[in-house]
């Protein structure tokens, strides 16, 4: 049985920061993680895409955060999980947890907090026959290493975050970047769209829209996608190619927690956000993308920040008797954390 002070249940990003928020607070934390490194979505999702708006860094890569985050919890020594998904919860008698996870490895907390982001995820698919036949030939849900495409014509299909700052990106990388959107309007952070519009002025990225990609042609390979220009002539178009990458966002899937005895609104764990982002169950948490409240982002920054709340709230469960005064870590350290790496 492994014990800590709060078992918090993903090692993305938010996960992460509560153990250094935590930390400050002389409180031990254990995660656990289905996927096998930790970082989340920025590791398995999107580890070379460069974010923007981390508050501080002008550009990083979200595989770079997630080493800058390991670095920020190491002074606290918080325990791993890895490789195992948390599968049930039993409320025991004096308020506190035991998480078992699917190989039956028992963990024995005072607090939860789960930070399960989306779950376990499935990229959405395009609705193209025999995509299969294309999967890792040119055809990919989502880029791992843009070093992949160096030197390739690249057709990106999306109108959200993913397709835009992909398109950034690759405008450097491929020798050829076309951005192909349903709609004339993006979903994406409006400086991420004049990016965009600045690089089509450069004819850095052909930019396509409204259009859909209805087809893909190849011997065993990516060779081209039949484009349709959602125009009233409703043109066709023959796109030659190296890759496609459709970036139409994941399909989430909250797996066992749904089955927690959790309020679940939308596939997302409902909690106060007036206060400390807690379920309704009393000691259970959900913090970062895996939570839901009016007003709610998806966004790393926004996760950070109820990980913080949320080590605020569980300290008062823990230690109920005594008193907590906020200082900054700047200030001598906090509680004995003097801010050096052991
Ligand atoms: P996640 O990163 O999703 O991590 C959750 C972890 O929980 C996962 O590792 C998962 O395996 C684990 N887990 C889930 N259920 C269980 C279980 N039962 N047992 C064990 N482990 C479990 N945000 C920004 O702020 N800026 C950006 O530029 C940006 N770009 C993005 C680009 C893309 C392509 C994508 C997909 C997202 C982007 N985001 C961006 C969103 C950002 O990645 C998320 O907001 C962030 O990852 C949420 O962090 P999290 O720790 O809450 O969850």
Not at 105 to 125: C, D, N, Q, W
Not at 261 to 266: A, N, P
Not at 292 to 301: C, D, E, M, S, V
């Amino acid at each position: 049985m492994i014990t800590t002070d709060i078992l918090i249940i993903g090692a993305g990003p938010t996960g992460l920061f509560a153990v250094f928020e935590a930390g400050l607070l002389k409180l031990k934390c254990h995660i656990i993680d289905a996927l096998a490194q930790p970082g989340g979505q920025c590791s398995e999702l999107y580890p070379k895409k460069p974010i923007y708006d981390i508050p501080g860094f002008p550009e990083v890569l979200a595989g770079d955060l997630v080493d800058n985050l390991m670095k920020q919890i190491e002074p606290f020594q918080p325990g791993f999980t890895l490789g195992e998904r948390a599968e049930t919860i039993e409320r025991q008698e004096d308020g506190s947890f035991i998480v078992t996870t699917n190989k039956g490895t028992k963990h024995h907390a005072k607090v939860v907090a789960i930070a399960g982001g989306l779950g376990s995820f499935e990229p959405r698919k395009p609705i193209i026959d025999c995509l299969e036949k294309y999967e890792d030939k040119g055809l990919a849900y989502m880029i791992k290493d843009p070093e992949d495409y160096r030197g390739k014509r690249v057709v990106i299909a999306g109108g959200g975050d993913s397709a835009l700052d992909w398109s950034i990106f690759l405008a450097d990388v491929a020798s050829e970047v076309t951005l192909v959107h349903r709609r004339e309007e993006f979903r994406g952070a409006l400086d991420s769209v004049e990016k965009v519009e600045e690089l089509v002025e450069q004819d850095k990225i052909r930019l396509v829209t409204p259009a859909e990609i209805l087809d893909i042609n190849g011997e065993g390979k990516v060779e081209s996608v039949l484009l349709q220009h959602n125009d009233e002539a409703k043109r066709m178009e023959v796109i030659e190619c190296d890759a496609f990458i459709p970036l139409f966002g994941l399909a989430p899937k909250l797996g066992p927690i749904a089955d927690w005895g959790l309020e679940i609104e939308k596939n997302a764990i409902k909690v106060d956000n007036t206060l400390d982002y807690q379920t309704n169950v009393p000691g259970i948490y959900a913090i970062g993308d895996v939570n839901t409240y009016p007003g709610k982002l998806k966004l790393i920054l926004c996760g950070f920040h109820e990980a913080t709340l949320m080590c605020q709230s569980a300290y008062q469960r823990i230690f109920p008797d005594k008193r907590y005064v906020m200082k900054y870590t700047t200030v001598g350290g906090v509680n004995g954390f003097d801010g050096s790496r052991k």
